[in-house]
Protein backbone atom coordinates (compact mmCIF):
# COMPACT_ATOMS: atom_id res chain seq x y z
CA UNK A 1 0.00 0.00 0.00
CA UNK A 2 1.51 3.97 -1.17
CA UNK A 3 2.03 6.09 1.68
CA UNK A 4 -1.27 7.93 2.50
CA UNK A 5 -1.18 11.40 2.52
CA UNK A 6 -1.04 14.31 5.14
CA UNK A 7 -3.99 16.60 6.12
CA UNK A 8 -3.88 20.20 5.86
CA UNK A 9 -6.37 22.69 7.20
CA UNK A 10 -6.09 26.17 6.48
CA UNK A 11 -9.38 27.36 8.63
CA UNK A 12 -9.56 27.70 12.22
CA UNK A 13 -9.84 30.51 14.63
CA UNK A 14 -7.80 33.68 13.61
CA UNK A 15 -9.26 36.24 15.60
CA UNK A 16 -6.05 36.14 18.00
CA UNK A 17 -2.91 34.95 18.44
CA UNK A 18 -4.08 32.66 21.65
CA UNK A 19 -7.08 31.43 19.69
CA UNK A 20 -5.13 30.25 16.99
CA UNK A 21 -3.29 28.16 19.07
CA UNK A 22 -5.87 26.44 21.04
CA UNK A 23 -7.08 25.53 17.87
CA UNK A 24 -3.76 24.18 16.56
CA UNK A 25 -3.73 22.10 19.47
CA UNK A 26 -7.36 20.74 19.00
CA UNK A 27 -6.23 20.17 15.39
CA UNK A 28 -3.21 18.45 16.90
CA UNK A 29 -4.58 16.28 19.41
CA UNK A 30 -7.66 14.92 16.57
CA UNK A 31 -4.96 13.94 14.33
CA UNK A 32 -4.18 16.91 11.68
CA UNK A 33 -0.73 16.87 10.22
CA UNK A 34 -0.57 20.24 8.87
CA UNK A 35 -2.34 23.83 10.51
CA UNK A 36 -1.49 26.79 7.88
CA UNK A 37 -3.09 30.56 7.78
CA UNK A 38 -3.45 32.70 5.05
CA UNK A 39 -1.47 36.34 4.77
CA UNK A 40 -4.29 38.52 4.28
CA UNK A 41 -3.29 42.08 5.62
CA UNK A 42 -6.71 43.01 5.79
CA UNK A 43 -9.00 40.36 6.55
CA UNK A 44 -6.10 38.91 8.98
CA UNK A 45 -3.80 39.32 11.84
CA UNK A 46 -0.13 38.79 10.81
CA UNK A 47 0.10 35.51 10.34
CA UNK A 48 3.67 34.85 11.77
CA UNK A 49 2.72 36.17 15.30
CA UNK A 50 0.01 33.32 15.58
CA UNK A 51 2.54 30.76 13.80
CA UNK A 52 4.87 31.62 17.00
CA UNK A 53 2.03 31.17 19.47
CA UNK A 54 1.07 28.20 17.64
CA UNK A 55 4.79 26.78 17.58
CA UNK A 56 5.58 26.90 21.42
CA UNK A 57 2.03 25.08 22.08
CA UNK A 58 2.31 22.43 19.70
CA UNK A 59 4.53 19.01 19.59
CA UNK A 60 4.21 17.21 16.19
CA UNK A 61 1.60 19.56 13.79
CA UNK A 62 3.30 21.25 10.74
CA UNK A 63 2.77 25.15 10.52
CA UNK A 64 2.81 27.74 7.92
CA UNK A 65 1.16 30.91 5.76
CA UNK A 66 -0.88 29.47 3.20
CA UNK A 67 -0.78 31.50 1.14
CA UNK A 68 2.52 33.96 1.23
CA UNK A 69 3.19 36.48 -1.69
CA UNK A 70 6.04 38.51 -2.59
CA UNK A 71 3.32 41.08 -4.01
CA UNK A 72 3.06 41.77 0.07
CA UNK A 73 6.20 41.25 1.56
CA UNK A 74 9.82 41.48 -0.15
CA UNK A 75 11.21 37.57 0.22
CA UNK A 76 13.71 38.62 2.32
CA UNK A 77 11.08 39.44 4.76
CA UNK A 78 9.43 36.39 4.46
CA UNK A 79 12.46 34.09 4.91
CA UNK A 80 13.29 35.94 8.19
CA UNK A 81 9.78 35.99 9.32
CA UNK A 82 9.24 31.61 8.31
CA UNK A 83 13.05 31.27 9.50
CA UNK A 84 11.81 32.45 12.79
CA UNK A 85 8.85 29.92 13.29
CA UNK A 86 11.21 27.44 12.40
CA UNK A 87 13.70 28.28 15.52
CA UNK A 88 10.35 27.57 17.77
CA UNK A 89 8.86 24.28 15.91
CA UNK A 90 12.04 22.51 14.53
CA UNK A 91 11.46 20.78 11.59
CA UNK A 92 7.82 21.47 11.29
CA UNK A 93 7.22 24.84 9.45
CA UNK A 94 6.66 25.39 5.48
CA UNK A 95 6.18 28.09 3.44
CA UNK A 96 3.32 28.14 1.07
CA UNK A 97 3.99 31.05 -1.53
CA UNK A 98 1.60 32.19 -4.85
CA UNK A 99 0.96 35.21 -7.09
CA UNK A 100 -1.59 36.38 -4.87
CA UNK A 101 -5.74 36.90 -5.40
CA UNK A 102 -7.96 37.78 -3.27
CA UNK A 103 -5.54 39.18 -0.56
CA UNK A 104 -3.81 41.50 -2.96
CA UNK A 105 -7.08 42.73 -5.14
CA UNK A 106 -8.24 44.28 -1.78
CA UNK A 107 -4.88 46.20 -1.22
CA UNK A 108 -5.27 47.47 -5.02
CA UNK A 109 -2.00 45.31 -6.22
CA UNK A 110 -2.03 42.76 -8.94
CA UNK A 111 -0.95 39.18 -8.27
CA UNK A 112 2.39 37.95 -8.81
CA UNK A 113 3.78 37.43 -12.72
CA UNK A 114 4.88 33.84 -12.79
CA UNK A 115 8.83 34.64 -13.28
CA UNK A 116 8.52 37.49 -10.23
CA UNK A 117 6.96 34.39 -8.29
CA UNK A 118 10.15 31.99 -9.41
CA UNK A 119 12.48 35.12 -8.53
CA UNK A 120 10.83 35.34 -5.26
CA UNK A 121 11.24 31.43 -4.51
CA UNK A 122 14.78 31.05 -5.51
CA UNK A 123 15.68 34.16 -3.76
CA UNK A 124 13.77 32.31 -0.54
CA UNK A 125 15.40 29.50 -0.42
CA UNK A 126 19.04 30.31 -0.71
CA UNK A 127 18.26 32.96 1.75
CA UNK A 128 16.66 30.02 3.74
CA UNK A 129 20.04 27.93 3.09
CA UNK A 130 22.41 30.34 4.26
CA UNK A 131 23.70 31.44 0.91
CA UNK A 132 24.69 34.88 0.33
CA UNK A 133 22.75 36.72 -2.27
CA UNK A 134 23.73 39.36 -4.52
CA UNK A 135 20.88 42.11 -4.29
CA UNK A 136 22.47 45.27 -5.36
CA UNK A 137 23.80 46.23 -2.44
CA UNK A 138 26.68 47.38 -1.29
CA UNK A 139 27.60 43.88 -0.04
CA UNK A 140 26.25 40.29 -0.31
CA UNK A 141 23.13 39.84 1.56
CA UNK A 142 22.68 36.67 4.32
CA UNK A 143 20.29 35.78 6.34
CA UNK A 144 22.00 35.74 9.74
CA UNK A 145 19.12 32.79 10.85
CA UNK A 146 18.58 30.99 8.22
CA UNK A 147 17.44 27.51 8.64
CA UNK A 148 16.32 25.50 6.14
CA UNK A 149 12.70 25.29 5.26
CA UNK A 150 10.58 23.63 2.39
CA UNK A 151 9.16 26.59 0.23
CA UNK A 152 6.25 25.63 -1.92
CA UNK A 153 4.26 27.22 -4.19
CA UNK A 154 0.14 26.91 -4.98
CA UNK A 155 -0.38 26.83 -8.21
CA UNK A 156 -3.15 26.04 -10.96
CA UNK A 157 -2.26 27.30 -14.25
CA UNK A 158 0.20 25.52 -16.63
CA UNK A 159 3.18 27.68 -16.47
CA UNK A 160 2.95 28.11 -12.45
CA UNK A 161 2.83 24.62 -12.24
CA UNK A 162 5.78 24.17 -14.60
CA UNK A 163 7.89 26.68 -12.61
CA UNK A 164 6.94 25.26 -9.48
CA UNK A 165 8.19 22.26 -10.78
CA UNK A 166 11.79 23.87 -11.50
CA UNK A 167 12.19 25.59 -8.03
CA UNK A 168 9.40 24.22 -5.64
CA UNK A 169 10.09 22.03 -2.58
CA UNK A 170 6.23 21.17 -3.28
CA UNK A 171 3.17 22.21 -4.92
CA UNK A 172 -0.20 22.88 -3.76
CA UNK A 173 -2.24 22.11 -6.59
CA UNK A 174 -5.71 23.96 -6.31
CA UNK A 175 -7.50 22.66 -9.81
CA UNK A 176 -10.85 21.04 -8.66
CA UNK A 177 -10.87 16.74 -8.26
CA UNK A 178 -11.30 16.15 -12.08
CA UNK A 179 -9.35 13.75 -13.01
CA UNK A 180 -8.23 15.49 -16.10
CA UNK A 181 -7.24 18.36 -14.30
CA UNK A 182 -5.58 16.99 -11.80
CA UNK A 183 -3.49 14.66 -14.30
CA UNK A 184 -2.39 17.42 -16.61
CA UNK A 185 -1.55 19.55 -13.18
CA UNK A 186 0.48 16.67 -12.24
CA UNK A 187 2.01 16.36 -15.52
CA UNK A 188 3.24 19.82 -15.84
CA UNK A 189 4.80 19.94 -12.44
CA UNK A 190 6.36 16.67 -13.28
CA UNK A 191 7.05 18.27 -17.03
CA UNK A 192 8.56 21.70 -15.19
CA UNK A 193 11.08 19.54 -12.87
CA UNK A 194 12.72 17.34 -15.81
CA UNK A 195 13.60 20.55 -17.97
CA UNK A 196 15.98 21.31 -15.65
CA UNK A 197 17.59 17.91 -14.54
CA UNK A 198 15.04 17.37 -11.33
CA UNK A 199 13.87 14.11 -10.36
CA UNK A 200 9.94 14.92 -10.15
CA UNK A 201 9.84 12.64 -7.25
CA UNK A 202 11.84 15.57 -5.49
CA UNK A 203 9.07 17.81 -5.42
CA UNK A 204 6.20 17.15 -3.32
CA UNK A 205 2.21 17.08 -4.52
CA UNK A 206 0.04 18.42 -2.45
CA UNK A 207 -3.89 18.67 -3.41
CA UNK A 208 -6.32 21.66 -2.36
CA UNK A 209 -10.19 21.17 -2.59
CA UNK A 210 -13.42 23.15 -2.06
CA UNK A 211 -14.95 21.07 0.75
CA UNK A 212 -18.73 21.08 1.62
CA UNK A 213 -19.32 18.89 4.32
CA UNK A 214 -23.43 18.46 4.33
CA UNK A 215 -26.61 16.03 4.62
CA UNK A 216 -28.35 18.63 2.30
CA UNK A 217 -26.79 18.03 -1.20
CA UNK A 218 -29.37 20.33 -2.64
CA UNK A 219 -27.26 22.91 -0.80
CA UNK A 220 -24.71 21.64 -1.53
CA UNK A 221 -25.19 21.65 -5.40
CA UNK A 222 -25.74 25.64 -4.96
CA UNK A 223 -22.36 25.85 -3.04
CA UNK A 224 -20.99 23.46 -5.62
CA UNK A 225 -21.80 25.76 -8.82
CA UNK A 226 -20.78 29.29 -7.18
CA UNK A 227 -17.01 26.95 -6.58
CA UNK A 228 -17.01 26.35 -10.58
CA UNK A 229 -17.35 29.43 -11.11
CA UNK A 230 -14.89 30.75 -8.97
CA UNK A 231 -12.38 28.44 -10.51
CA UNK A 232 -13.65 29.51 -14.15
CA UNK A 233 -13.71 33.30 -12.81
CA UNK A 234 -9.38 33.57 -12.37
CA UNK A 235 -8.47 30.10 -14.80
CA UNK A 236 -11.18 29.92 -17.62
CA UNK A 237 -8.53 27.53 -19.07
CA UNK A 238 -9.30 24.62 -16.37
CA UNK A 239 -13.02 24.29 -18.35
CA UNK A 240 -10.65 22.90 -21.18
CA UNK A 241 -9.47 19.56 -20.20
CA UNK A 242 -12.59 18.13 -18.97
CA UNK A 243 -14.16 19.58 -22.22
CA UNK A 244 -16.28 21.65 -20.48
CA UNK A 245 -18.11 24.97 -22.15
CA UNK A 246 -19.17 27.91 -19.92
CA UNK A 247 -22.69 27.99 -21.58
CA UNK A 248 -24.31 31.22 -19.63
CA UNK A 249 -23.09 35.20 -19.47
CA UNK A 250 -19.72 36.30 -19.66
CA UNK A 251 -18.26 35.92 -16.31
CA UNK A 252 -17.32 39.19 -16.11
CA UNK A 253 -21.21 40.29 -16.00
CA UNK A 254 -22.42 37.83 -13.46
CA UNK A 255 -19.65 39.35 -10.97
CA UNK A 256 -21.53 42.32 -10.85
CA UNK A 257 -23.48 40.09 -9.04
CA UNK A 258 -21.21 38.74 -6.15
CA UNK A 259 -18.46 40.46 -3.84
CA UNK A 260 -15.76 39.86 -3.88
CA UNK A 261 -16.12 36.46 -6.33
CA UNK A 262 -17.58 33.50 -6.32
CA UNK A 263 -15.39 31.90 -3.59
CA UNK A 264 -15.71 34.16 -1.32
CA UNK A 265 -19.05 35.17 -1.58
CA UNK A 266 -21.11 36.18 1.20
CA UNK A 267 -23.87 33.94 0.61
CA UNK A 268 -22.78 31.13 -1.56
CA UNK A 269 -26.01 29.89 -2.20
CA UNK A 270 -27.10 33.11 -4.17
CA UNK A 271 -23.74 33.25 -5.88
CA UNK A 272 -24.67 29.47 -6.96
CA UNK A 273 -28.27 30.81 -7.77
CA UNK A 274 -26.38 33.11 -10.25
CA UNK A 275 -24.51 30.21 -11.93
CA UNK A 276 -27.46 28.21 -11.95
CA UNK A 277 -27.15 27.05 -15.46
CA UNK A 278 -23.55 25.08 -14.87
CA UNK A 279 -24.39 21.34 -15.18
CA UNK A 280 -23.81 19.05 -12.57
CA UNK A 281 -21.34 17.39 -14.22
CA UNK A 282 -19.06 20.53 -14.07
CA UNK A 283 -20.64 21.48 -10.31
CA UNK A 284 -19.18 17.83 -9.60
CA UNK A 285 -15.78 18.45 -11.05
CA UNK A 286 -14.51 21.41 -8.83
CA UNK A 287 -15.44 20.64 -5.41
CA UNK A 288 -16.05 17.69 -3.15
CA UNK A 289 -18.71 17.69 -1.10
CA UNK A 290 -21.81 15.82 0.00
CA UNK A 291 -22.28 13.19 3.16
CA UNK A 292 -18.67 11.99 5.34
CA UNK A 293 -18.49 8.76 3.73
CA UNK A 294 -19.44 10.38 -0.07
CA UNK A 295 -16.57 12.76 0.38
CA UNK A 296 -14.53 10.19 1.39
CA UNK A 297 -15.21 8.17 -1.19
CA UNK A 298 -14.54 11.29 -3.69
CA UNK A 299 -10.64 11.66 -2.41
CA UNK A 300 -10.45 7.63 -2.82
CA UNK A 301 -10.80 8.38 -6.62
CA UNK A 302 -8.41 10.47 -6.73
CA UNK A 303 -5.95 8.74 -4.79
CA UNK A 304 -6.27 5.70 -7.21
CA UNK A 305 -5.30 8.37 -10.56
CA UNK A 306 -1.84 6.66 -9.68
CA UNK A 307 -0.17 9.73 -8.93
CA UNK A 308 1.88 10.48 -5.40
CA UNK A 309 -0.13 12.93 -3.35
CA UNK A 310 1.35 13.97 -0.01
CA UNK A 311 -0.61 16.08 1.44
CA UNK A 312 -4.22 16.59 0.92
CA UNK A 313 -6.08 20.44 2.65
CA UNK A 314 -9.70 20.87 2.46
CA UNK A 315 -11.31 23.97 2.30
CA UNK A 316 -14.42 23.98 4.58
CA UNK A 317 -17.52 25.83 2.17
CA UNK A 318 -18.59 28.37 3.20
CA UNK A 319 -15.56 29.94 4.90
CA UNK A 320 -16.04 30.32 8.07
CA UNK A 321 -16.81 33.29 10.26
CA UNK A 322 -14.29 35.99 11.52
CA UNK A 323 -14.97 34.52 14.87
CA UNK A 324 -13.74 31.14 13.63
CA UNK A 325 -14.47 28.11 12.15
CA UNK A 326 -18.03 26.29 12.73
CA UNK A 327 -17.26 24.80 15.82
CA UNK A 328 -17.44 20.45 14.61
CA UNK A 329 -15.59 21.09 11.51
CA UNK A 330 -12.16 20.94 12.70
CA UNK A 331 -13.38 17.65 14.52
CA UNK A 332 -15.95 16.08 12.31
CA UNK A 333 -13.44 16.32 9.17
CA UNK A 334 -11.09 14.34 11.41
CA UNK A 335 -13.26 11.94 12.71
CA UNK A 336 -15.54 11.02 10.69
CA UNK A 337 -13.86 11.59 7.00
CA UNK A 338 -10.87 10.73 7.57
CA UNK A 339 -11.19 7.16 8.98
CA UNK A 340 -13.62 6.38 6.60
CA UNK A 341 -10.61 7.37 4.22
CA UNK A 342 -8.00 5.61 5.35
CA UNK A 343 -10.44 2.41 5.74
CA UNK A 344 -11.32 2.53 1.82
CA UNK A 345 -7.71 3.10 0.91
CA UNK A 346 -6.82 -0.09 2.84
CA UNK A 347 -9.76 -2.34 1.59
CA UNK A 348 -8.31 -1.01 -1.79
CA UNK A 349 -4.66 -2.10 -1.39
CA UNK A 350 -5.99 -5.28 -0.04
CA UNK A 351 -8.12 -6.56 -2.67
CA UNK A 352 -4.92 -5.31 -5.00
CA UNK A 353 -2.54 -7.74 -3.82
Known sequence: MSALPAFGLNRFNYTSPPAFAADAQRAERLGWDYAF??????????????????????????????????????????????????CLAPGRAILGYG?????????????????????????TRRLLA?????????RPARLQHALRVPVWIAAGGPRTLRMAGRVADGVF??????????????????????????????????????????????????????????????????????QFTWNGPP???????????????????????????LSDEVADAFAVYGTPAMIARQLCEVMHLGYRVDMIIPHPVPTPPPGGP????IERFATEVIPLFRAEMAQHATAAR
Open 251 to 277: VEELKKHVWPDFHHAEDLEASGRVVSF
Open 99 to 123: VGDTAVRLMGKRPARVAELEEATIL
Open 37 to 86: IPSSPLRRQDPYVHLAFAAVQTERLGLGPLIETPMMRHPAVIASSIATVE
Open 130 to 138: GEEVDVNAA
Open 173 to 242: IRVGRHAANIRTAIEAVYEGSRAVGRNPDEVKIGLIFHTILTDDLERAALLSRSMAAGYYEYSPMLFDPP
Open 326 to 329: RPDY
